[in-house]
């Protein structure tokens, strides 16, 4: 991993950063609608808040490049994106809270139904119950043995789909995926790009080889597909990094499993944003940077339901005197990406955000939204520098050079 | 070359892109003119374009570069033009429409003129005519004789200018230029600064030894000198790096040697862009990256006439209604670099550009031209990520990482 500047930089504070995340944040005009949701929404509090700081726009990972959420916070916490991506078994692993080691590779697994001359007929197993899956998954566990002291690992996901680890020694990650993404041809067999990728297809061979007989007798989910193969990474953690005490306060599997692999504690599952905020001033004391991640903006935008991302962001922006009550020295409010409703799906746009802290130079920006932060005083930069302002701003950064 | 994550992202789609570039387009105000060119301009069909689209303003090389022709059209291309600079030989070969294979070395040649001392009296031999020059080609073509199956191709440029190719196995191009640049001295000799360069440079010293002598009775060009050599390089095309069907509507042999290099079809030579716009619609089908190329406004600049340029880009206006009724998915348009009639040059100056698609996020400019441009949602941004833009908003790129 390319080694960051900061990181020489950061000394150990006490003073306290908060990332407000808003998945999914920025938007778009839409149909009837001639501004965006962020433009349409009704947010006193954080135009107030802008109004006396300073905001910008944040590419996510570079232009035009619309990124699924691990690459969005990667850069949100001060990795480069592309350098720290990782492969969809890995992430998945994270996401279940499986905690995987440096022995391991991971891989995501699609259940599927099998023709009787063994061509796959649906890829997801007539997305069968995830009862039936964590069924066919102890029947797995329980009836296949891999050679040399390698172990396995199942653990259903939902549906037809589930998380497949191989914990062994000089076991490499390269590996192509088995599902061919088309129906009435066989599955594929797995095959590794160097030696020790070679190796781990061994065993996945022998594992497939059990499958196919111990799941013989199953009406649906009679074999299994892998894909994403990717090999256990540790990365250099936040507290590492930036000399920072942690803490996630996220509710969905993703987030909270991507904050595990930068190292951060994690809050319990809580109910919603005011429970976060609870959660926030209960641990207030205890650590220096704060994550807490609201995901009822990007689903809103994912259903194409406008009125709704206009009222998740309205709910936000009412509960913020709460955070700004604990006094943070750093408050950033922002998006790991867009989700505009008028797309229902992640989206390239920039991001807009904005920075509350005692030094801001502050910008001419009145309200909080994607037009107006085009003008801020942070302009348009890559989500994996916004960390370097935010420790800047906390006065965790000494000065470079003589 | 760098590897681009967009390549890896990208998708055969039938969405239309459309890059309507006018060469040279940025300007500057200029004496008693209080705006620039572009500001001065009427262009009703431009700013109606922007006002419900997006803008920016482009970079082409980096801050304070000037670019040469090569380099600012790579960077629309969406190459890294420092990584794609070609040597001008490579160049000439290209506008002249010589097909270089990989065994190729090309160079540019100047006529010259060499006194009784052997001493260079004109480093243009008089700039004799063009049919002076071809004359000399075909002697020299006829009476020289290269060893071991090595041959050369010289074609005649214009007055005292033209191409030397050297084709043969295993030669290296990174040679120094024969020509000093100054009268009254010796040409030089040809060195390589590696040993496939200096087996190119013991053909070459051959080359010019006979040359020296067949040339021997010229009154005006008796020798010749050559620089700018470059080894035949390989691109890879558009059309494998963003699985686009790519068509060059250009009439200039540069920009359509360009154009070839990146491997896109050429349009036969057209009259005027009336002419070009006459090709789009009849090849609309056939491709889905169509690249209009505009001179006019280049030439303007070069000549120092505000007036002209003023009035080719109204030109241009008038007939941006023609390419918008063939409903192209993306339409960018936008310059190579600027060339302020005030410099009577090419500049560094930022190109202003329009993008006018479905999914653009509307920003608040309302007519197209530098300072308005500068306001704009794309930004700032270098000219080697305008096609990121381009392909996001045509729907070609599927999202990074899960």
């Not at 900061?6 to 998945?23: A, M, N, R």
């Not at 501004?35 to 929404?41: F, I």
């Not at 504690?265 to 991640?293: C, G």
Request: aromatic content about 6%.
């Amino acid at each position: 991993m390319a080694s960051h500047l900061i990181d020489e930089l950061c000394v150990e504070t006490e003073s306290k950063i908060v990332f407000l995340i808003l998945d999914g944040l920025g938007g778009l005009q839409m149909g009837e609608h001639p501004v965006t949701e962020l433009e349409a929404a009704n947010t006193p509090n954080m135009d107030k808040l802008v109004a006396g700081n300073t905001c910008g726009a944040l590419i996510p990972v570079e232009p035009g490049v619309t990124p699924g959420s691990g690459p969005g916070h990667f850069g949100l916490f001060g990795y480069d994106p592309v350098d720290a991506n990782i492969g969809r078994g890995v992430l998945s692993a994270a996401g279940l809270e499986f905690e995987l080691t440096e022995r391991d590779v991971a891989a995501r697994v699609n259940l599927a139904t099998l023709d009787a001359d063994g061509n796959i007929k649906d890829r997801r197993a007539g997305r069968i119950a995830t009862e039936e899956n964590e069924r066919i998954c102890e029947k797995l566990r329980k009836h296949i043995h891999l050679s040399d002291g390698v172990e396995f690992f199942l653990k259903t996901e939902k549906e037809h789909r589930a998380l497949f680890v191989l914990r062994g020694d000089g076991l490499g990650g390269d590996l192509e995926d088995t599902d061919p993404q088309q129906v009435g041809v066989p599955t594929l067999d797995p095959k590794g790009a160097d030696a020790a990728s070679e190796k781990t297809a061994k065993y996945v061979r022998d594992f497939l080889q059990q499958a196919r007989k111990v799941l013989s007798d199953e009406p649906q989910a009679n074999f299994l597909m892998l894909r994403g193969f990717a090999k256990h990474r540790r990365y250099k953690t936040l507290n590492e990094r930036f000399k920072l005490k942690t803490y996630a306060i996220a509710n969905y599997p993703m987030y909270r499993g991507i904050s595990r692999l930068v190292g951060m504690e994690i809050a319990p599952v809580s109910q919603n944003l005011s429970t976060q905020i609870d959660e926030l001033e209960r641990t207030w004391d205890k650590y220096t940077f704060f994550f807490m991640h609201v995901k009822t903006t990007d689903a809103t935008g994912e259903d194409g339901n406008y009125a709704g991302k206009v009222k998740a962001i309205e709910d936000v922006d009412a509960l913020v005197p709460r955070i700004l009550a604990r006094k943070p020295d750093v408050l950033v409010i922002t998006g790991d990406h867009s989700t505009p409703s008028a797309m229902r799906s992640h989206s390239w746009h920039p991001i807009p955000i904005l920075l509350a802290a005692k030094n801001v130079r502050r910008d001419r920006v009145m309200a909080f939204n994607e037009n107006n932060c085009l003008q801020g005083g942070l302009g348009i930069f890559q989500s994996q520098h916004l960390m370097n302002y935010a420790l800047a701003h906390a006065g965790k950064l000494i000065k470079f050079g003589a």
